[in-house]
């Protein structure tokens, strides 16, 4: 008993002080971003247009299985001012369903009136995303490229604006901030939008202020070829091929550009089984490019606070690992008769109240000020809406401990895309009608979130009822009941409308 309560003990510490380490690197990140919106650099504005003769730009949109969305894709691509002549789309097709039939009569109509467009079907899915956009360049020799996933809408001026960073011959990629078409329609996206938005401001915008490496986020983006040829192509030994060609890319001394200036409008994912898979492949794919990279930039010329910032940037993923075993260290510790219960639990309950400090002044920041909106709300609005995120995050933590497990001891799995239903608003309801990616089947993974909401609940009341060491604990059982409970709800409610 005395070996499981030291090794109980010191889990519990570790992953409490690693959780405070991670959201103390954040709270920096968001105190150099407040630091540049108070002294603009000269990169954050927008730079001259380009002077001489237009370069030849490449949009690539790579697709797979997305009926419901890829005519307002190709019909948004083909308004985008910039010389016919030096412009082409290539809409990169890998799907298996009806999405095939729409894009192909689409373009059809789009050839008549002279747009330059190629549905582009490779013989196979080797590689996915990856793979797709590898094989588009080989069918082009544009100098820019410009890529798109189905969801996102530039505006017109797209190409014009972002072309204009490039006049710098050091510029390999320039990054737009991202927009959300449905940020209101659900709480899953409302967090959704929380969360894309402190990474397009405090996390960007930090690492830019810092001369760090920033990433491609794999849309929105443009990136010069010769960067793409110089750092070895695109490779799809990660799920997250944006994040390792982006390191890959600055190691080799390309300059990537956070042009929050510019956003590109896109569409959240209103659906829980989209969420996991989104979360899924962006946390395995960060820890698969972690274990690939890390050394790599260790080893690199750079900087050595950029090789820091960098570790924490590939490395935030296993973040969900330490709060999962935070979690359960704090459910077991009250049984253990530990004799120094309560320093521990003194120890492991400030960690936690410090580390949400931190966090809610990194959300802070970033919806100050970043452009979302927040301006005029009160900081009880951010604050509730912080520690919302922070518990649905929590309750997530299983599924993407997984996800950090795999992609730390190399297990390869397949590209499993977001499904897009083409919803924009909270009026539009069109979920129920737009069930071809719905999934109608409870993930193994639920189960063990519900079991994990009862647990802590059941904590809760036994430190309540019979005044129990577990009433030590009562905020953080309450924190890791509320966000297993809403994560497991959401799945549930999500099947059960399928049906």
Request: glycine share 6%.
């Amino acid at each position: 008993m005395a070996v499981l309560q030291i090794i109980v003990g010191a889990v519990g510490l570790l992953s409490g002080a690693v959780i405070l380490v991670f959201a103390l690197a954040q709270a920096w990140l968001a105190f150099l971003y407040w630091g540049s919106k108070k002294r603009p650099r000269a990169i954050q504005a927008e730079p001259a247009p380009w002077t001489g003769e237009l370069p030849t730009v490449l949009l690539q949109l790579p697709i797979y299985n997305e009926q419901y969305v890829v005519e307002r894709l190709l019909r948004c691509m083909v308004e985008m001012e910039y010389p016919k002549d030096k412009l082409s789309i290539q809409l990169l097709d890998d799907s298996t369903d009806e999405t095939v039939d729409i894009a192909a009569k689409v373009i059809a109509e789009l050839k008549k009136k002279g747009i330059k467009i190629e549905h582009v079907r490779r013989p196979n899915r080797v590689g996915f995303k990856a793979g797709a956009l590898d094989y588009g360049l080989g069918l082009d020799n544009s100098e820019f490229i410009a890529i798109f996933d189905a969801d996102f809408l530039p505006r017109p001026d797209f190409v014009k604006k972002v072309v204009a960073y490039f006049a710098d011959p050091n510029v390999g990629m320039v990054q737009t901030r991202w927009e959300h078409l449905n940020a209101d329609y659900s709480i899953i996206t409302r967090m959704m939008a929380f969360a894309i938005d402190n990474h397009f401001s405090v996390e960007h915008g930090g690492r830019q202020a810092s001369d760090s490496f920033i990433n491609f986020n794999g849309t929105g983006g443009m990136w010069r070829r010769k960067t793409i040829d110089d750092a070895g192509g695109w490779k799809s030994d990660t799920l997250t091929e944006d994040l390792d060609l982006s390191f890959r890319s600055q190691i080799k001394g390309w300059k990537f550009i956070f042009a929050e200036n510019i956003t590109t409008p896109s569409e959240l994912p209103v659906q829980m089984s989209a969420v996991r898979n989104q979360q899924f492949r962006w946390t395995k794919g960060a820890a698969e490019t972690g274990r690939k990279t890390l050394s790599n930039l260790w080893n690199s010329d750079a900087r050595f606070l950029t090789k820091i910032v960098g570790s924490f940037h590939m490395l935030n993923s296993f973040i969900f690992l330490f709060l999962l075993c935070f979690g359960v260290s704090a459910a077991i510790l009250p049984f253990l008769g530990l004799t120094a219960f309560a320093p521990t639990a003194i120890a492991l309950n400030t960690m936690i109240t410090l580390t949400m400090v931190a966090t809610f002044f990194t959300y802070y920041v970033s919806q100050r000020s970043g452009d979302f909106g927040w301006k005029d709300k009160s900081p009880f609005s951010l604050l509730y809406t912080t520690i919302t995120f922070m518990a649905l995050a929590t309750g997530l933590c299983i599924h993407l401990t997984r996800a950090v497990l795999q992609g730390l001891f190399g297990k390869q799995t397949a590209f499993v895309r977001t499904p897009k239903l083409n919803i924009t608003s909270s009026e539009n309801t069109g979920i129920k009608e737009k069930k071809a990616y719905t999934s109608r089947r409870i993930p193994v993974v639920v189960f063990a979130e519900s079991a994990m909401a009862i647990i802590f609940a059941a904590l809760i009341v036994l430190g309540i009822t019979y005044d129990h060491e577990a009433m030590a604990f009562a905020g953080i059982y309450a924190f890791y009941a509320i966000g297993f409970s809403v994560v497991a709800l959401l799945s549930w409610r999500e099947v059960s409308h399928a049906a």
